[in-house]
């Protein structure tokens, strides 16, 4: 019976939890809301996450989404995989609009060229997803995303051309915008 104790205290303590899932901007991750409880209820230092992420993440553009995967051990120490930002993030940098197609089918949300395609790709092979995916199966996938964003893809872009879709598609923005404050206005007054 006493071997039977002892060899309980020699067993290590294994906490089989799932990975914490969870999107942060590089270099702003702070102690408070919605990080802080998250990691809060896993036992994790706080203070020590932000400041080991921040540093991690100086080299990259402040608030890019970066999409982490937390490991949380046994001891309370933890391991973090960082990913690179998703295709839809780089295709609206690529494009220069804050907002995408509300509906592929009726509108271009903006014009990407195969030249930015390969850029994308090029970025997106250091991802750990993407590890030992040929670079013509990534370009594929940033295309079809693209389709999927309204976004058109063309073998070159032509400036002027560019720039007067632009003014265009500033105008459309701005409409589907109070478009749908009306229509979150509308829901307001009948749930009042």
């Given at each position: 019976m006493s071997k039977l104790k002892s060899a309980k205290k020699g067993v290590e303590k294994v906490i089989h939890s799932t990975p914490l899932r969870i999107w942060?901007?590089?270099?702003v991750a702070q102690p408070g809301p919605p990080l802080g409880p998250q990691l809060g209820q896993r036992g994790i230092n706080i203070a020590q996450f932000c400041k080991d992420f921040n540093e991690r993440t100086k080299?990259?553009?402040?608030?890019?989404?970066?999409?982490?995967?937390?490991s949380v051990k046994a001891d309370r120490s933890y391991d973090?995989?960082?990913?690179?930002?998703?295709?839809?993030?780089?295709?609206?940098q690529a494009t220069g609009q804050a907002r995408l197609a509300m509906d592929q089918?009726?509108?271009?949300?903006?014009?990407?060229?195969?030249?930015h395609v390969y850029e994308i790709a090029q970025v997106k092979s250091k991802d750990p997803l993407y590890d030992c995916v040929p670079l013509k199966?990534?370009?594929?996938e940033i295309i079809e995303e693209a389709f999927h964003c309204g976004v058109k893809v063309v073998d070159r872009i032509d400036e002027h051309k560019y720039m007067d879709f632009m003014k265009q598609r500033q105008e459309i923005v701005a409409k589907q915008l109070k478009e749908l404050e009306d229509l979150k206005q509308s829901k307001l007054l009948r749930t009042a």
């Open positions: 942060i901007g590089a270099g080299d990259v553009k402040p608030g890019t989404p970066l999409p982490c995967t937390i973090i995989q960082i990913r690179v930002p998703p295709i839809s993030y780089f295709i609206r089918s009726q509108e271009t949300a903006g014009i990407l060229s195969l030249k199966k990534i370009c594929e």
